[in-house]
């Protein structure tokens, strides 16, 4: 068990929706997501400019900013397996199926596909999952966990990663 713990919160305003779901969140809807990342450290550094921290909340941020905020704040957030919505989003004159199958490869290769190369220039982000709550904390906690450790040089571990859809509902990821 760790001693150091350290969290750092981003917000962010994304849409998407479960398709799979009985109910209301089968609709396009959005959300203010709340995203924290806790990380752990068994002693601070003791030297450099991260002297007795450990890993300055300022890369925590940077991380989180250009590998979570990038890529979907004010985008929608979708299922690949969605392709009902997706097909919504194929650019004039594109084969959606051809479309598709370009994510489908570029989400195999990177565990998920950015894109505004779409019918209305829309921001997506295209993830092999549903984007539920837990499912968005284990993802991000995978994009989040190599930089985390490279920022401290080794002396921090990211140890859960929470996703807030509303102010009442958290789901964490705690591997
Ligand atoms: N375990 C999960 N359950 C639900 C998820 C999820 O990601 N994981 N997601 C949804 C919906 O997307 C929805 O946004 C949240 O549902 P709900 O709690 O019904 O929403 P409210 O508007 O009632 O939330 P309040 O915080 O009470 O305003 C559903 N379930």
């Not at 917000?11 to 779901?21: L, P, Q, V």
């Not at 959300?31 to 400019?49: F, K, N």
């Not at 009902?84 to 004039?92: C, G, K, R, W, Y």
Request: with cysteine.
């Amino acid at each position: 068990m760790s001693v150091f713990h350290i969290r750092r919160r981003i917000e962010i305003d994304a849409g998407h929706r479960i398709a799979t779901h009985g109910s209301k969140c089968r609709n396009l809807h959005g959300h203010r997501y709340g995203i924290e990342a806790e990380c752990a450290a068994d002693a601070l550094h003791d030297g450099g400019e991260q002297t007795d921290m450990a890993l300055d909340f300022a890369f925590l941020k940077d991380e989180m900013m250009s590998r979570i905020d990038a890529f979907c704040d004010h985008g929608l957030i979708v299922a690949l397996s969605d392709a009902a919505l997706l097909d919504l989003f194929a650019p004039n004159g594109a084969d959606p199926v051809v479309w598709r199958a370009r994510l489908a490869q570029t989400v195999a290769r990177d565990g998920a596909a950015l894109t505004s190369d779409t019918r209305l220039g829309s921001k997506i982000y295209v993830v092999p999952f549903h984007p539920t709550a837990e499912a968005l904390a284990r993802h991000w906690f995978e994009v989040l966990a190599a930089p985390v450790v490279e920022r401290s040089g080794g002396a921090a571990r990211l140890v859960a990663l929470r996703v807030w859809e509303t102010p009442n509902c958290m789901a964490e990821y705690a591997p």
